[in-house]
Structures are given as structure tokens and as C-alpha cells.
């Protein structure tokens, strides 16, 4: 089953229960509640266990041994990680706070963007807190953020946000249902100097066939694992640079990693020229695995993919009622 077709887990009113446990005592009696919760999550999803020990042992391996190893106290810390993840996604929302110590690696390469008016795409991956993408663009005076994302799937999540800030989702565009409109659309807020985010980790579903989008294949933590086109097919026709983004937590404060991919994507446009598009996107998408790489092995439990992801979308397995968002 491909990972679009899995249902959101968790509900609404338990998780703002929750929330207000964090706001009326604060995150250590959060986390003492949350300890139960991931208990029953833990042993009831059996293939996000299994998911996140795959990963957690390639990334051991291709790390020499250096990051934690797969053990059941491992994957919880893991699913642990993830649930935290979901509070600060929370807490950036309608926060002005939370950057005041924020670190941001990489911001003289975007600089300069910003002070001719140009426009960018970002392509960011679910690691960390991708909240933070929108916080950063508040850093800029007058640039428009816009999250293309798949959100049918983190209905009661977003719901939440929605709570916490009602207009969470006007710069935001669902993945799924980009057509020419739509790409015009964000060709003007390029041209307006906007700035435009879509997650490079994760093959959406085509809404028309039922079956996994193109995909180019790059090594990722020692094995290859299909990754998406759309980033850099859609930096291609917006003729804008493309940058990779990340936001993650380290000691407490958060780090938002910026590197450019590419002053500019170009790839044959014809569709007999498939197989040449695709090979024109490899190099691309290997740096983009390459850059994925380095913040798991500083943040090894912030990737938050917790399906089959090495195996080809057609045939990767049924995995768990998605936890995640976007």
C-alpha cells in the first residue's frame, strides 16, 4: 500500500488534551502522559517499528557505528522524537519567540535572492520541524511563504494548527492537485519574490491513476530509495534557483540548515525524452540524498518516514496508520 493511501492516527480531542496538559504544567508532565500514549502506539504499530528499526540500523551501518542502534529502546526514543516534533510544531505556530536563538546555517547563499526580489523553490524533507520553514520566511519583510504539501492525511493535525493560528493555510496548496493553473499561480509569487517549499522525501500518489508518481532512484544511507521528480521538475519550469531546507532541533535550540541545489534546473521537455528527464534529475536529487544524509547523522532521531522507504512504491508494504503530517 502506498504510504498516501494510510489513515492519520491519533484524535483530535487527544491531542489537545494534550496541548493543554503542555500549556497548564509545562513539557516534563507532557512528556510523562505522552510516555503512555507512545506505550500503546509503540505495540500496536507493528510495521512503524519495523520501519523505523530499518532505518535506524542503515543509518548505524553507514555511519560506522556512530549513531544509536536498532533496539526496541531506540525505536521508541524514535516514536518519542516524533511526538515532541508534533508539540513544537505547535508551539511555532503563532509563536514569536521560538527563533529568538535559532540558528540559520546557510542563509548568505538566499541573501542575495532576497534583495533583488527574486523568487526560490525550497525542498525540504520530514525531518525536524518543517514548521520552521514558515517561521524563517518572517525573517524576510514582504516575502510570501507558500507549503505545497500533502495534507488529506493530517486532517485532525492541521486542524490543530488551524486552532492555534486561522490562517495556517492560505499560502498553502495541495501537492496533488497541481495543474496548469496552479502553476501559474506560483510562477507569479516566484516572480513576486516569493518563496515556495515542497518535500523531496516522499512519492505522492498520481490523483488520477491510483499509482506512485515518477520517481528517480538515489542512494540513500547506503542503498537506493526512490525519491520524487516533482521538486526539480517544478524548479525547471518555474526557471528559479532551487535550495534545500531543513529545520532541526539540536540542544534545545533549533538549526535551519540552507543549501543551494541549483542556480537553475534544466531538463529535456519532450515527452519521448522520459528516460533523458530522468537522468538529467539524478544528479539532483543524489545531492539533495546526500544533504538528507548528513542531518540524519547529526539528528538521527528526527526523520520521521515511518513506512517501507527503500522499497519501490509499487511494491512497498501496508505500514501504519500515518502519523505524520504533510
Not at 511526538?83 to 536563538?101: F, M, V
Not at 495534507?151 to 496533488?176: H, S
Not at 543551494?260 to 525524452?273: D, G, I, K, M, T
Request: proline share 5%.
Amino acid at each position: 500500500m502506498h504510504w498516501a493511501q494510510m489513515q492519520e492516527a491519533g484524535g483530535l480531542a487527544g491531542m489537545r488534551f494534550l496541548l493543554r496538559v503542555y500549556r497548564l504544567f509545562g513539557r516534563w508532565p507532557f512528556r510523562f502522559l505522552l510516555f503512555f500514549v507512545l506505550l500503546w502506539f509503540y505495540a500496536r504499530r507493528r510495521a512503524a517499528r519495523e520501519a523505523s528499526r530499518d532505518y535506524l540500523r542503515r543509518l548505524h551501518a553507514f555511519s560506522g557505528g556512530t549513531t544509536p542502534p536498532p533496539s526496541g529502546c531506540n525505536v521508541f526514543r524514535h516514536f518519542l522524537a516524533f511526538s515532541e516534533n508534533l508539540l513544537d510544531k505547535l508551539l511555532t505556530i503563532g509563536a514569536t519567540d521560538l527563533l529568538t536563538d535559532a540558528q540559520v546555517d546557510g542563509a548568505g547563499c538566499v541573501d542575495p535572492l532576497y534583495e533583488r526580489k527574486h523568487g526560490a523553490l525550497f525542498v525540504t524533507a520530514h525531518i525536524g520541524n518543517i514548521e520552521l520553514c514558515r517561521k524563517l520566511a518572517e525573517r524576510y519583510a514582504g516575502v510570501r511563504l507558500t507549503v505545497l504539501g500533502h495534507t488529506k492525511n493530517a486532517a485532525r493535525f492541521i486542524q490543530m494548527m488551524k486552532d492555534r493560528d486561522p490562517n495556517y493555510e492560505i499560502d498553502m496548496v495541495q501537492v496533488d492537485n497541481i495543474g496548469v493553473d496552479t502553476a501559474i499561480v506560483l510562477a507569479q509569487k516566484i516572480s513576486a519574490g516569493g518563496f515556495i517549499v515542497i518535500t523531496g522525501d516522499r512519492v505522492p500518489m498520481s490523483s488520477v491513476t491510483g499509482s506512485a508518481a515518477a520517481t528517480v532512484r538515489a542512494s540513500f544511507l547506503g542503498d537506493d530509495a526512490s525519491f520524487p521528480i516533482s521538486p526539480y521538475v517544478l524548479a525547471a519550469t518555474l526557471q528559479c534557483p532551487l535550495f534545500a531546507v531543513f529545520g532541526t532541533r539540536h540542544d534545545g535550540g533549533f538549526v535551519i540548515t540552507l543549501r543551494q541545489l541549483a542556480e537553475a534546473v534544466s531538463l529535456p521537455r519532450r515527452a519521448r525524452e522520459t528516460g533523458a528527464r530522468e537522468t538529467a534529475i539524478a544528479p539532483y536529487a543524489t545531492a539533495f540524498a546526500g544533504l538528507l544524509e548528513a542531518e540524519c547523522l547529526k539528528t538521527p532521531f528526527q526523520w520521521f518516514n515511518f513506512y517501507s522507504f527503500w522499497a519501490p512504491p509499487e511494491f512497498a508494504p501496508s505500514a501504519v496508520e500515518s502519523k505524520e503530517t504533510r
